[in-house]
């Protein structure tokens, strides 16, 4: 009867490479895992992203809305009138001591170059409103003097435009003289 000694470490071997094999699919299955749970997170980090991009739209839009009427009904004598340019809102100098109705001029938050669409009315900026296509992720809930904004298809019906005057149908978006995009300060 011959002894071999070969055999016992070549059941070691195969042992060893099964076990192996069977770390390495472990592995392969938590990357995995991981994976899935890193794109959730960056999904709802997106998202979560997206809807702070929309509250700081609505907050500015409300604060250009506001010092567009202002620099309508404080207009000195009979005829009011509104900016011809965002910059006229900082600085009114239609007075002996310039007015602000405004701080400063804010970025659109929903676009990259953070310009502003400029609703005009003869000649005259009326409105704001953001030039993102993107669909709205609010929908409806909308706080008083917003309600037009429920059910907009894209941010661009998104449209901040004074009450301070009478505004007629032939007000239209304008080209965007006269806006400098500067970054929100909070």
Do not use: C
């Amino acid at each position: 009867m011959v002894i071999s000694h070969g055999q016992p470490e070549l059941l070691a071997k195969n042992k060893m490479g099964r076990e192996a094999g069977f770390t390495f699919l472990g592995l392969m299955f938590a990357v995995a895992i991981a994976g899935i749970a890193l794109a959730g997170t960056g999904a709802l980090w997106h998202m979560e992203s997206r809807r702070e991009k929309e509250k700081e739209l609505l907050f500015i839009g409300e604060e250009y809305r506001e010092a567009i009427s202002s620099y309508y009904s404080k207009s000195p004598g009979e005829a009011k009138q509104f900016p011809e340019k965002l910059d006229d809102l900082l600085q009114d100098k239609r007075f002996p001591n310039p007015t602000r109705h405004l701080r400063r001029l804010y970025r659109e938050p929903m676009t990259s170059d953070g310009e502003w669409e400029l609703i005009r009315q003869e000649g005259r900026i009326i409105g704001v409103a953001s030039r993102s296509p993107e669909e709205p992720i609010k929908i409806a809930g909308f706080g008083p003097g917003q309600n037009e904004f429920e059910g907009a298809v894209s941010y661009t019906e998104w449209r901040f435009i004074s009450n301070g005057g009478v505004q007629s149908t032939n007000a239209t978006p304008g080209p965007n003289t006269g806006s400098s995009p500067h970054a929100p300060s909070r």
